[in-house]
């Protein structure tokens, strides 16, 4: 039982975190250990293949890095609960034999979309939505062009699904899918616009007593837009 009071705010020896020994230490030295150790889990990067163009994301920009709280409280918690007797076997078994705890990571996927949406932005090609004006005779328009993009819910999915695993390569390879981006105005759309704008166009009669005004359909039409 002495054995054990001296431990109250240490952890038990025989534990190793992730290959660490940290029996004997207090929080502040086993966080310290333990970080340095597992610096490599948030030093990694991801390199994602998308068609012909190639993202490469930092693992410092996704959120990744080692759970070193949990893997402190879990370390803190061994020896800690049961009946007085049956921790005794336990700290000698430990003793004997060691506890291992496994490794951990954490991943903020709220990063991960940011960091994908920010990288794909800069290889996107944005579409180009299709336009209507007037002219003298009538209406010109240019038709619209679709886009193409990264898929990025299913590529930031697949990103937090494999980093979320401690035996992830430090560097990652996705590949992701391409798709197309529609524009925001139609060549349908557009026609149907011009379509009922030419119905709107016509010469506008001014009359105010014996005098009449005529407004040309060509001046007409440059006041729609």
């Known amino acids: 039982f002495a054995y054990q009071g001296r431990y ?17 230490l ?29 993202l490469t994301l930092a693992d410092a920009d996704l959120g990744r890095s080692a759970d070193v709280e949990g893997l402190l409280d879990e370390a803190f918690a061994v020896g800690r609960f049961g009946d007085a007797m049956g921790k005794v076997a336990d ?3 430990r ?9 951990r990571v954490i991943i903020d996927a709220s990063a991960v ?24 005779t009538g209406f010109s328009t240019t038709p619209a062009v679709t886009g193409s993009g990264v898929a990025q819910p299913a590529l930031v999915a697949e990103i937090v699904r494999r980093l ?15 798709v197309p981006l529609e524009p925001a105005v139609t060549d349908a759309a ?6 009922r704008a030419t119905r709107m166009v016509g010469d506008v009669t001014l009359a105010l007593a014996s005098e009449t005004w005529t407004i040309p359909a060509s001046t007409v039409r440059g006041w729609i837009s």
Request: glycine share 8%; net charge negative.
């Open 190 to 195: 557009v026609a149907e616009a011009v379509v």
């Open 164 to 178: 979320a695993d401690p035996a992830a390569p430090g560097r990652l390879e996705v590949t992701a899918t391409r």
């Open 8 to 24: 109250t705010d240490r952890v038990v020896p025989g534990v190793r975190v992730a290959g660490v020994d940290v029996g004997g």
């Open 91 to 93: 700290d000698a078994r």
């Open 26 to 54: 207090d929080r502040a030295a086993a966080r310290a250990v333990v970080t340095s150790e597992l610096t490599a889990y948030g030093s990694g990067s991801v390199v994602v293949t998308a068609g012909s163009e190639t």
């Open 113 to 136: 979309a940011r960091a994908v949406q920010a990288a794909a932005s800069r290889q996107d090609q944005p579409p180009v939505s299709a336009t209507a004006s007037a002219s003298e």
């Open 95 to 103: 003793l004997v034999h060691g506890t291992y705890i496994a490794p």
